[in-house]
């Protein structure tokens, strides 16, 4: 059984994402072996539909942010960076704070993110990860806690800048920024704020910002990524760019712990059947567990090692 809130579900379809592994070169043979093994669950690098590349995970990797990580699935991998900055609330959420994501391609990455290529694939990953996490523009679905983020209703707020680098691609690069982004934000300390003084109504509370005292972000509800690509009559997960050459479409979903799906996106041109979504929800649902348990204990590792270090 699990939870969807409709009012925060969106489609739109990732075309730079469409366009970069459309250019992947494969000779008919070599579509016939990789649709045939999809089929009998075996995929070329020996996993089956529903098994994931190895997951690294680094913390700590960039020393100005207030977190960072950097993530590997399989040949895969970005950094992402959080920056916490005290702001104002906008008037129509005053009592949260603000969360911006930003994604850039590395155009050393693949030949496809020179020029005009990067910044459409970054625009189109940017849009796709706040819908996701934030449930769109406003944040105003389940996902990241941005009431964890006010300080002082309607005129302090910390404002985060999470900003993701992808380094290189293989493939299933939603799903890897997402695991970046829910290890930057397990990483973050956000340092802690005391109001100085009860100012009036109409002026700016005095605020003191510590140096020394930081608390950790609250990544309980951060949700994580599972895409599920579309091959055949069959979907996998953590697909390979080979494989993305051969999808129909493919549907992202957002699940944080509590099995509440925090969004849903879907690229390619192929339309699916309300049936065939729902089942593809319910299959996200139990990969995310798997997921979640994994990237959780990566995430830990990861920061013990720092720690030591």
Same mark, same amino acid.
């Given at each position: ?35 045939? *093994?999809?089929?009998? #669950? ?14 690294? $995970? ?10 960072? =990580? ?7 991998? $970005? ?7 005290? %702001? ?8 949260? %704070? ?29 849009? =796709? ?9 406003? *944040?105003? %679905? ?68 510590? #140096? ?26 953590? =697909? ?9 479409? =493919? $549907? ?26 729902? #089942? ?15 990237? #959780? ?13």
């Amino acid at each position: 059984m699990f939870l969807v809130d409709v009012s925060i579900l969106y489609f739109c379809n990732v075309s730079a994402i469409g366009y970069y592994v459309g250019m992947v070169g494969l000779s008919v043979g070599e579509k016939h072996f990789i649709q045939g *093994g999809i089929a009998q #669950d075996l995929r070329t690098d020996g996993r089956k539909r529903l098994t994931y590349r190895p997951i690294f $995970v680094e913390t700590g990797v960039i020393a100005q942010a207030n977190g960072s =990580a950097r993530v590997k699935m399989g040949r895969t991998e $970005v950094i992402v960076s959080v920056k916490a900055e005290l %702001g104002r609330p906008s008037s129509s959420a005053p009592d949260k %704070g603000k969360v911006s994501i930003y994604i850039d391609c590395s155009p050393t990455a693949a030949p496809q993110f020179e020029g005009r290529g990067g910044e459409e694939l970054s625009m189109e990953l940017s849009a =796709a990860l706040r819908q996701c996490l934030l449930g769109g523009k406003s *944040g105003a %679905g389940a996902g990241i806690n941005l009431s964890s983020l006010s300080i002082v209703d309607g005129k302090i707020c910390w404002d985060l800048y999470i900003d993701g680098l992808v380094i290189s691609m293989d493939g299933n690069i939603l799903d890897a920024l997402g695991a970046a982004i829910k290890a930057a934000l397990s990483n973050t300390g956000i340092p802690k704020v005391n109001v100085a003084s009860a100012a009036p109504s109409d002026e700016q509370p005095e605020v003191d910002v510590s #140096d020394e005292e930081f608390l950790q972000f609250d990544t309980t509800a951060v949700p994580v990524i599972i895409t599920l690509t579309k091959i055949g009559r069959h979907y996998i997960v953590d =697909a390979t760019s080979e494989e993305e050459s051969q999808m129909s479409s =493919a $549907v992202s979903v957002s699940i944080n712990r509590q099995g509440l799906i925090c969004g849903l996106t879907k690229r390619g041109g192929t339309g699916l059947d309300p049936s065939v979504i729902l #089942d593809m929800i319910s299959v996200a649902k139990h990969v995310s567990e798997q997921l979640m348990n994994k990237l #959780d204990s990566e995430i830990a590792a990861a920061e013990a090692m720092e720690e030591e270090s």
